[in-house]
């Protein structure tokens, strides 16, 4: 009896699904929080030089406005320059001092408008101007930490189980959270941003595989973009914080909060029944799928489950195998799974992340624009459901990223005064962007098989991060050419889209358990039944 029967039986969707889901919301809340935390911690104020060195030439009787415009000069624009100022003021009455001025680069610092942020990396450090790749690199450091995190996580949850690295997961990410808050330079913020990332890779990673091992296959569409819906809850959490918490130190503690409430829910978080019995435990998984029937109200069923019947449900060859990355590329039908997945999710994190760290430039506030940009998410995933539904995942997939490399394309040749339209088409890409993401998860967790699924999203996430790693850094090449970036990030999302069509369809069908199922034909499910 496979495991999909096994559910088919006890109930694929219910009261132990919903309450599984409920208590992953807690502490899934935090890694969109976490991931996007850049737009706000490390947002750049409006600055300009501190010209108060400038005094000792009697100009102190100056308005501050007069001293600015004497201190400071001009861009093409009109407005004072950032990074730039007069080696001495240039001022009628000064006029022999104003001959022997020059353009000079900030001498003692700068001073920040505090309007909209209190504190920020880039107050902090100064990290602007000739520094300001330190504050893009913060995220690259953030995300190499994830990048490095998920295939080890991948591989220690497939090893040891899904539950218990969950936890391990949410203790070093509070404690390097809160180590990042209390930081006295940017060295040792650096260091522990990097351990935060490896550390919520986990709850990223190994949530997301817990909860659909849990769903029958009917129910994996519907239910997996239910769960996926914590995404844009914690966007509007993040949103929500960083409004009223504009002091960057606290807004990391604010943000990393629910993961004390999300340790004490843990102790009803059940393990995956599908690893357990995919590793021999049947005992254990016995104990969850009984579990599971009570709240589901199928205690009937259990009279023909037994953990002699799942032990007779696994291959004796396979029950004690210890399975590591190796094997994700062990058969040729497994080396192009990965090859047109690594190249794929590389498209949608490159992509999304291009787009949702860069979100200045539309004519918005801050604020206002991550939450548009966040506001589209739950009208497109009900979209969503019916496409997977009724169009597959290969084909949407597809759509989706070659609809969000045709808006990046757009907006390429659309002014920044026609703010209206940019934001539009800038919504609507990061909508595309969204769903792409969305669905590669669902993808990946129904293409490899339960062995070495935790693996095979360890180390997709992993090229996830890597590119999210790079993709902060590919605006700085604006001052190269400013159209340079949106074309990389318009190229990849079409290039990864066109791999996404030699993925294989899974729709309605069901998960494969061991690396033999991967090249025998998928079994289709209809209407509850096995074709």
Known sequence: MKFDNILSEIG???KFQIRLILIQVISRITVPCHFL??????GVPSHHCNISTLDNFNISNLTLQQKLSTGIPTEMDG????CLMFSKPRHPHLLNISEESSIVQCQNGWVYDKSDFKSTLATEWDLVCSRKGMNKATATIFFIGVML???????????????RLLL?????TMTFAVLSALSTSYVMFGVMRFFTGMSISAISIVSIVLTLEWLGAEQRTLFGLIFSLDWSLGNCVLVAMAYMVNEWRLLILAVTSPLILALVAWRWLPESGRWLVANGKFDDAYYYINQCAEMNNRCKCMATITPRTLLESVDADTADKKYTVIDLFKTATLRKLGVCLGIVWFGVAFTYYGIILNITGFGLNLYLTHFLFTSIE??????LYFLLENIGRRLVQAGALLSTGLCLFINMFVSKEKWIIRTIVGVLGKSMSEASFTVIFFFTI?????????????YTSFVARLAVSISPLIMLLEDVWRFLPPMIYCGMA????????LLTETRNTRMPEFIEDIDKPREKITRGKTI
Do not use: H, W
């Open 12 to 14: 694929g969707v219910g």
């Open 37 to 42: 935390l850049n737009n706000f911690m490390a």
């Open 79 to 82: 407005s004072l320059s950032s």
């Open 149 to 163: 995190g998920a295939p080890l996580f991948g591989y220690l949850s497939d090893r040891f189980g899904r539950r």
């Open 168 to 172: 391990v997961s949410y203790l070093t």
């Open 378 to 383: 739950m009208p497109m995933k009900i979209a």
């Open 446 to 458: 129904e293409l490899y098989p339960t062995v070495i699924r935790q693996n095979g999203v360890g």
């Open 494 to 501: 079409i290039l990864s889209g066109l791999v996404a069509l």
